[in-house]
């Protein structure tokens, strides 16, 4: 499995042959400028909600890259009147095969607006399993018991959280979902794009470190390996 991140809450894993594409926002973050859109490939496009920081290259890549687009139902009709035709619709607590790939969906305390008023559904994670192992995608959520019904379900090789606090959890409370999820290998995301969510990276770093787990926060435009978490380019 390796992990790519673009910046915010955009991020690409590689696992069993497939590239899944979460949370599409690159071209309208200034951090994000080196990273070029028009060359990411892509067999499925995830998104949590419906907030433009997650989905404003949502159509763009679709189109570029053919992928399939996996949401809630509501943002599924609304993608499928901006005319997008491969869609597919999925709602909280439901699971499916996509290929070899399991995508369970999951609660997120948030809301889900998109971007032209329409309603979006509930805000979802998502718990990713391939036979290279799995992950767990919080989405845009503050801290929630139902966090802790995952290990039940799975054993995770890593998860990505956001750290940034004002939209969501902040370090703290990453920590506890951490804990609930059983899980020490934490990419963090949703941190520094905007003026509200900048945080300290050595604090969050070292937080993590006293409570005995890893907080990986990755150059945008950089690939990790994440059964070893190597910095691949
Ligand atoms: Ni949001
Ligand atoms: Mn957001």
Request: overall charge negative; charged content about 20%; proline content about 4%.
């Amino acid at each position: 499995m390796k992990l790519t991140y673009f910046g915010h809450s955009c991020f690409l894993v590689e696992t069993s042959g497939l590239r899944l594409l979460f949370d599409p926002f690159i071209t309208p973050n200034p951090l994000a400028g080196d990273i070029d859109i028009s060359k990411i490939k892509a067999d499925y496009i995830l998104l949590s909600h419906g907030h433009s920081d997650h989905i404003a290259d949502c159509i763009p890549l679709a189109q570029s890259t053919g992928a399939m687009v996996i949401s809630s139902w509501e943002i599924y009709e609304w993608l499928g009147k901006q005319g997008l035709t491969n869609l597919h619709p999925m709602n909280t607590g439901g699971k499916r095969m996509f290929d070899s790939i399991q995508v369970k969906c999951v609660a997120a305390q948030h809301s889900s607006g998109l971007p032209d008023g329409s309603y979006g559904g509930n805000p979802m994670g998502f718990i990713v399993t391939s036979d290279e192992g799995s992950f767990y995608y919080s989405g845009d959520t503050g801290l929630t018991l139902d966090m802790q019904l995952i290990p039940r379900w799975t054993k995770l090789d890593f998860a990505v959280l956001p750290i940034g606090d004002n939209f969501t959890m902040d370090v703290d409370d990453a920590i506890e979902c951490a804990r609930m999820i059983q899980c020490n290998e934490i990419v963090g995301v949703h941190y520094d794009t905007f003026g509200y969510i900048k945080i300290d990276h050595e604090e969050a770093i070292r937080k993590f470190k006293a409570a005995g787990m890893n907080l990986h926060l990755l150059k945008i435009g950089s690939t990790v390996d994440l059964r070893n978490l190597v910095l691949i380019k």
